[in-house]
């Protein structure tokens, strides 16, 4: 039962673009999510996150939205440069017991950025 | 450096060995979680350590995974009897986060790349 989905495998967008990762979450339990990168050989880097009290966050290139109602959230990245060529998870937490925050993780999308 | 580290970073074991991975996290952070990352997956929970105590196991997969942190820094996570489907790279991440403290982000080490053969 994926509890979070990311239903794009992969995405290829051009230098300059705005790249657009989608992520759908099952379980209303869940008050904050995260969109962690990584690189080959490498751990998740913590890119973003947003608390559901929230319906955006911005931080340089990146901007986090959140569609409480329709269970969505999308990251946003604006101007798209090579270096961001990676795989991207969205991650969600909340409702664990013990203060046990957790983190839900979707399958990943390998985003391609294009010279 | 201050990041999370662990060791080694590639284990390889013949099915039926017993393993040890390690996890440094980083210094003065109370919460660490293992992850297990199957190829092409995201990674799962494995269980979680408020310092010294290990307040979640709910996702070892069987009695032959263990893990400790006995003076609340350290942590070490045992598979014995390794099978064939416990290949994966395992995570160590560390948070500041106390009960109820959620949202505070997770570090990740770079994992260790098991493979059973």
């Known amino acids: 039962d994926q509890q979070v989905k990311q239903n794009s495998p992969s995405l290829s967008v051009q230098e300059g673009r705005i790249s657009i990762l989608n992520c759908d979450y099952t379980n209303s339990m869940f008050d904050y999510f995260l969109w962690y990168k990584k690189y080959p050989a490498e751990g998740p880097t913590f890119l973003i996150s947003?608390?559901?009290?929230?319906d955006k966050n911005e931080d340089g290139r990146f901007t986090v939205f959140l569609n409480k109602s329709a269970k969505h959230l999308s990251l946003h990245i604006v101007p798209s440069q090579p270096g961001d060529s990676a795989v991207y998870f969205c991650?969600?937490?909340?409702?664990?017991?013990?203060?046990?925050?957790?983190?839900?993780f979707g399958t990943g999308t390998r985003l391609t950025i294009i010279p | 450096g201050a990041g999370v580290s662990q060791s080694p970073r590639y284990k390889v074991a013949k099915r039926g060995q017993d393993v040890a991975l390690r996890c440094d996290p980083i210094?003065?952070?109370?919460?660490l979680f293992w992850y297990q990352q199957a190829l092409g997956q995201g990674p799962e929970f494995l269980t979680y350590f408020q310092n010294e105590a290990q307040l979640d196991k709910s996702g070892l997969p069987s009695d032959r995974f263990f893990a400790e942190r006995p003076e609340g820094s350290v942590s070490t996570l045992k598979i014995q009897r390794t099978q064939q489907e416990d290949s994966a790279v395992y995570l160590c991440?560390?948070?500041?986060?106390?009960?109820?403290?959620?949202?505070?982000?997770?570090?990740f080490g770079p994992g260790t790349r098991l493979t059973v053969l």
């Open positions: 947003i608390s559901s009290i929230k």
């Open positions: 991650a969600a937490s909340g409702g664990g017991n013990f203060g046990n925050e957790k983190l839900t």
């Open positions: 210094s003065g952070h109370v919460s």
């Open positions: 991440a560390s948070s500041r986060a106390l009960r109820g403290g959620g949202g505070n982000e997770q570090f």
